[in-house]
């Protein structure tokens, strides 16, 4: 592996560590590169060939799906566990964590997403949301052992929530 690409995974791990977005990276290459054209003129050439952070936190996040869906593949059975909440700027946030069993008894728990949803959060919009999920995972619904939710309105309602899309979907 290259110097370049050592770089861009070290601050692409150390933004994650620290929970910072990854747009930060592309602030801290900046800020290399104007630090190195002070100290090292000759050498900031170097820097202008490290990868975006933001496309190594793609890779990174491609990896980790691919891992998820291969010891997926493998669930006897699983259980959804779906948390919905806003923010400060009153963005919907849907968590969605997915635990499974495997047939050696290989107990496996992952928050899968979190999605933001821009706009409604009805029933309809979070079934969506969390079977986009399941499709991306290759996850089967037959599978589905349980969902448990927060107790959010949206997602407990018993005529259109989340869960009675689920219930008529079966």
């Known amino acids: 592996?290259?110097?370049?690409?050592?770089?861009?995974?070290?601050?692409?791990?150390?933004?994650?560590?620290?929970?910072?977005?990854?747009?930060d990276g592309e602030c801290i290459k900046e800020c290399s590169f104007d630090s190195a054209e002070l100290i090292r003129p000759e050498k900031k050439e170097a820097f202008e060939n490290v990868p975006t952070v933001t496309r190594r936190s793609g890779e990174i996040a491609r990896i980790l799906e691919l891992q998820l869906q291969n010891r997926a593949f493998n669930f006897v059975l699983l259980s959804?566990?779906?948390?919905?909440?806003?923010?400060?700027?009153?963005?919907?946030?849907?968590?969605?964590?997915?635990?499974?069993?495997t047939t050696n008894f290989e107990i496996m728990e992952e928050l899968e997403a979190m999605q933001l949803i821009k706009g409604t959060t009805i029933g309809n919009d979070l079934f969506t949301e969390v079977n986009a999920c399941l499709d991306m995972l290759g996850l089967k619904?037959?599978?589905?052992?349980?969902?448990?939710?927060?107790?959010?309105?949206?997602?407990?309602?018993?005529?259109v929530g989340f869960l009675k899309r689920m219930q008529d979907r079966n």
């Open 80 to 101: 959804l566990d779906l948390n919905e909440s806003c923010d400060v700027r009153d963005t919907a946030r849907l968590l969605i964590l997915v635990r499974g069993i």
């Open 141 to 159: 619904r037959d599978k589905l052992a349980g969902v448990t939710t927060d107790g959010c309105p949206n997602l407990m309602g018993k005529n």
């Open 1 to 23: 592996m290259s110097a370049h690409a050592k770089i861009s995974y070290l601050i692409s791990h150390k933004i994650a560590r620290n929970s910072k977005p990854f747009p």
